[in-house]
């Protein structure tokens, strides 16, 4: 039996804070097949640095306002491709994305394929994100709490 693969995903503009060694933490035993992390040119250059000195992949879209939301969208798609192609089943998927609901189009369309979605946030994960998924988890307590 083909064993199902965990892919992480960050979006380190929605990070809110959180750092690559917090979040291996947060996934510690879980053996990760991709550490992908995605920027892009609007990213804030203090985000961006604690990200390239880890083991995650750091990958960039263009400079338009969503472009990271867009090249997380596309990491995520072609891993899920490559997997289809492999013949494996649908994978765990571990999206760094907090408070961003440009996402729920796409764990939508995982968990319909059959994928098991987690958010994990750093501070807040939006009410929307949490209902999509199927499970999510605050790795600081929040702030104040986001629900629109």
Known sequence: MIRKLNHVFVDIENSGGLSPNELLMHLDGVKLSQKIAVASENTPSGLEEKWLDSPFRVTYGGSD??????????????????????????????????????????????????????????????????????????????????ES
Do not use: Y
């Open 65 to 146: 306002p969503d472009a990271a939301d867009h090249r997380l969208i596309n990491e995520v798609m072609r891993q899920i491709n490559l997997d289809e192609r492999d013949g494996r089943p649908p994978a765990n998927i571990h999206l760094a994305v907090t408070g961003d609901t440009d996402f729920c189009d796409l764990i939508s369309i995982l968990t319909r394929l059959g994928h098991e979605v987690s958010i994990i946030g750093w501070g807040k994960v939006h009410n929307k994100l949490r209902q999509l998924a199927t499970s999510s988890i605050n790795l600081r307590k929040p702030i104040s709490n986001i």
